[in-house]
């Protein structure tokens, strides 16, 4: 087991001996499940009144409970973070976990994927419900592959900004109303400049046009709601249904080059964008936790 992130193998023996996660993990499960068996009730209905089977209803399970997914790793990642170094902090033992062997690197490193494994059980506990899409087609296997992967990527940028809050925060409290109020900016804010940028703005020149639309795909693949509510149109319509997918009222048509790539590949950019702000975010608080950083 020494390969293995102390920090990261102790906080999985905590975990494992506590029964606040099971119990968290039962009621989750359980609302997954009452939305699903809300929209099987549905087709069910629709089935015995015009004798048609209504397979999207499938979909919509599949749509909905990734949703939730997506708002349990929203909801849980500031929880978990706001303790992993405030906490240490609080608890007075933070100065005893800096005169040990690791790393400032390492202890950080281990404190996010502690998280971010958390997060994981969670999601992967609701496979079963979410799987309920493969019955009939519309849905495939890499489909939920793919939204794993991407909330996975998700867990870790809001991890690592979680531990960067933390880190600046002396108190737990302090960094989850700050950890919150930097998703809810980064993300209403973000989408409500776009929508501002993109409705409010009379008739440009063809070359502020290209700026303007250039920003507007900045606030779109920086945004893990948007990228994400991109994903999930992607499976339910591909990218046919006008409904959610905002990159259909984008300015502009015929684009060609860097901003037509990302267009079309707005999810797997906004992955990476992701990836880069998570490793961002990791150095920066691995360099503010490293004592030898500070001016005495």
Request: hydrophobic content about 50%; proline content about 2%.
């Amino acid at each position: 087991m020494e390969y293995i992130n102390p920090i990261l193998l102790k906080e999985m023996k905590v975990g494992a001996r506590t029964i606040r996660y099971p119990v968290l993990i039962m009621l989750y499960n359980l609302l997954l499940a009452f939305v699903g068996l809300m929209i099987l009730f549905q087709m069910n209905s629709i089935y015995i009144v015009s004798g048609q089977l209504q397979g999207n209803f499938l979909i919509d399970i599949f749509v909905v409970a990734g949703w939730i997914q997506f708002l349990t790793v929203c909801v849980l990642m500031p929880i978990l973070t706001a303790n992993a170094i405030a906490g240490e902090r609080e608890r007075q033992t933070l100065n005893m976990l800096l005169t040990t062997t690791m790393s400032s690197r390492q202890i950080v490193k281990g404190k996010i994927f502690a998280c971010v494994g958390v997060v994981m059980i969670f999601l992967l506990s609701g496979m079963p419900v979410i799987s309920l899409g493969l019955l009939y087609g519309g849905i495939r296997w890499y489909h939920l592959f793919a939204m794993q992967i991407t909330l996975f990527v998700v867990s870790l940028f809001l991890g690592a900004l979680g531990i960067l809050c933390s880190v600046c925060m002396k108190r737990t409290i302090s960094s989850v109303i700050l950890n919150y109020v930097l998703e809810l900016v980064g993300m209403a804010g973000g989408y409500c400049l776009w929508y501002v940028l993109n409705h409010w703005t009379a008739e440009l020149p063809e070359k502020a046009e290209k700026w303007k639309l250039g920003l507007e795909m900045v606030l779109l693949t920086g945004n893990p709601a948007t990228v994400f509510e991109q994903y999930m149109e992607s499976c339910y319509s591909g990218f046919a249904n006008e409904k959610y997918y905002l990159l259909n009222n984008l300015a502009g048509s015929g684009q060609t080059g860097c901003i037509a790539y990302i267009k079309y590949r707005m999810v797997w950019v906004g992955v990476l964008v992701f990836l880069i702000l998570a490793y961002v975010f990791y150095r920066m608080a691995s360099k503010q936790l490293n004592p030898l950083n500070h001016k005495h």
